[in-house]
């Protein structure tokens, strides 16, 4: 009777790992067909926004009629490289809300300050935001004013992490891995006119991309779109969206 018990349980087991063999194979050639098709890797995404709130003087639908000037990206010294992508992506998000915002990009922005003789202004107004926060009033009216345009979008990049996680590991090999990339970003409407911030606003995403390689992965611009549509749709056009996570791939 004790070798029938015995033997009972070691086929017990053995049908349990080639269950799990199975299943395992399974999700793996399932991952392999999507990338031998050109699929992206399958991920999960979550976006949080907060922002203030907008005076009274600040009329949102102005935003949607009246041309937003556009700055480049404020970003820590060692992530300055990422912001054409995030440019790229707020352009793509100030299209893609409801109804969109009729922007100046920042490429063209820069373009206009050379062509007005303002390139120098804009800088020391960059520099002057960069000791003390704040846009200089004097520098933003003769930027606006050069522009034509009274509002001016200042977009910055708080925070980029990203982090490998190990979730199966089976007699040595990693079989499922895990990027999960954290960004936080943050935006300011400026009225040029008046040297004030009319609105502000922060957001973060989170996102945990399963790939089989390290190069499968979501593009930062991707993921910096999604949130910046949620930003501007919920806090500056007060539309709001469900806090929502997203699978795809």
């Known amino acids: 009777m004790p070798n029938d018990d015995v033997g009972a349980r070691a086929s017990t087991s053995v049908r349990q790992a080639k269950s799990i063999v199975d299943r395992l194979g399974w999700a793996l050639l399932t991952m392999?067909?999507?990338?031998?098709a050109g699929c992206g890797p399958p991920y999960l995404s979550?976006?949080?926004?907060?922002?203030?709130?907008?005076?009274?003087?600040?009329?949102?639908r102005d935003v949607a009629h009246m041309p937003l000037v556009v700055l480049a990206f404020v970003a820590p010294s060692n992530l300055q490289g990422l912001s054409p992508a995030l440019s790229h992506a707020l352009s793509g998000a100030l299209a893609e809300v409801n109804p969109p915002v009729r922007a100046i990009?920042?490429?063209?922005?820069?373009?206009r300050l050379t062509d007005k003789g303002l390139a120098t202004e804009y800088a020391d107004l960059r520099a002057g935001f960069a000791r003390t926060g704040m846009l200089d009033r004097q520098q933003l009216q003769r930027i606006g004013s050069g522009l034509g345009a009274q509002y001016v979008l200042l977009p910055g990049l708080a925070q980029l992490d990203e982090e490998i996680l190990d979730k199966f590991e089976l007699?040595?090999?990693k079989l499922i891995r895990n990027r999960v990339t954290t960004l936080r970003l943050w935006l300011q409407v400026w009225d040029s006119k008046a040297g004030h911030i009319v609105w502000?606003?922060?957001g973060e995403a989170t996102t945990a991309t399963v790939f089989l390689?390290?190069?499968q992965t979501v593009a930062l611009e991707q993921i910096a779109r999604k949130l910046l549509v949620r930003m501007i749709q919920d806090?500056?056009?007060e539309s709001k969206m469900e806090t929502k996570s997203i699978v795809d791939h």
């Open 171 to 173: 007699a040595g090999f």
């Open 32 to 36: 392999v067909i999507m990338l031998l």
């Open 235 to 237: 806090g500056l056009l």
């Open 105 to 111: 990009p920042t490429h063209e922005t820069l373009n």
């Open 213 to 215: 390689t390290p190069t």
């Open 46 to 60: 979550d976006t949080y926004a907060t922002s203030t709130p907008k005076p009274a003087s600040f009329n949102t």
């Open 200 to 202: 502000e606003s922060s």
